[in-house]
């Protein structure tokens, strides 16, 4: 297991999920990925979940009414957040949450790009991010379903000065920094679903870790699948929030 204990700026550093029913949904992703939670009042009811006593996602309690629909955002590491606020909205974004402070952890804002898909910006006071960065339940990639790629992938590239690479016969293209992919932007959205950023967790055993989230109460959205990516299956929690489990580096046939 590594400890990232910073992120460079435009890579995603932290991962949280709303939910409406915070007991169960705990019990799911300990059942699925082991975590353990810290639950901290002070920040109304967050619970840190951890990964062998390391940091690895959050889970904040909302209202059971919220017409909002339970989901993980992911949130991309800033050095200067009012500054990369700006910069959204001159890049035709949307500002939905204004950056604020977070105690002596942060600060956060929430907005969503040009084709609507939701992400959050994290800059780093006291807590740096996911400290676990391998091993069962850790983040391993970041993409955003969008039915416009070439513009998702401009506005991402110029507010994290990123390279956009074109994946070879694929509407897809991979953020890069330096050669090093760290999300992806992909054009092969289901027809009607809005634009929106999924993650991908790691599993050491997907086809168990699929089993593990039936039992307990999680779905199994489609096949699992292999992959030139690896071994990979899309799931929903009991609350419904979707997200991947996947393994690079096998594959049913390796």
């Known amino acids: 297991m590594t400890d990232a204990a910073t992120y460079p700026a ?3 550093s932290w991962i949280d999920l709303m939910t409406p029913t915070p007991a169960r949904t705990h019990a ?13 009042p002070d920040y109304g009811g967050y619970a840190m979940a951890h990964q062998q006593g390391r940091t690895a996602a959050g889970i904040m309690p909302m209202e059971p009414d919220s017409p909002m629909p339970s989901a993980w955002t992911v949130y991309f590491d800033s050095a200067d957040i009012a500054a990369d606020a700006e910069r959204v909205t001159e890049l035709g974004g949307q500002v939905m949450v ?28 006291n807590h740096k991010g996911a400290q676990a960065t391998d091993g069962e339940g850790s983040l391993a990639w970041v993409q955003v379903n969008t039915p416009d790629s070439a513009r998702a992938s ?10 956009g690479v074109q994946v070879p016969d694929m ?18 959205a289901q027809e009607g679903v809005p634009a929106h950023w999924i993650a991908y967790f790691y599993a050491s ?19 699992v699948l292999d992959t030139p990516f690896g071994r990979m299956a899309l799931l929903a929690d009991p609350a419904g929030a979707s ?12």
Do not use: C, K
Not at 28 to 40: D, H, K, N
């Open 28 to 40: 799911f992703y300990a059942a699925l990925f082991g975590w353990t939670y810290e639950i901290r």
């Open 205 to 223: 055993d997907v086809d168990a870790a699929v089993q593990r989230a039936v039992q307990n109460g999680g779905t199994l959205q489609g096949e």
């Open 10 to 12: 435009g890579h995603p």
């Open 98 to 125: 204004p950056p604020m402070q977070v105690g002596d952890q942060g600060q956060m804002g929430v907005f969503s790009d040009p084709t609507g898909a939701v992400f959050g910006l994290w800059q780093a006071g």
């Open 243 to 254: 997200f991947w489990v996947m393994n690079p580096q096998r594959s049913a046939h390796a």
């Open 171 to 188: 509407d897809y293209r991979q953020l890069q920094h330096g050669g090093l992919g760290y999300a992806g932007v992909s054009g092969m």
């Open 154 to 163: 401009a506005f991402y590239q110029a507010l994290f000065h990123a390279d």
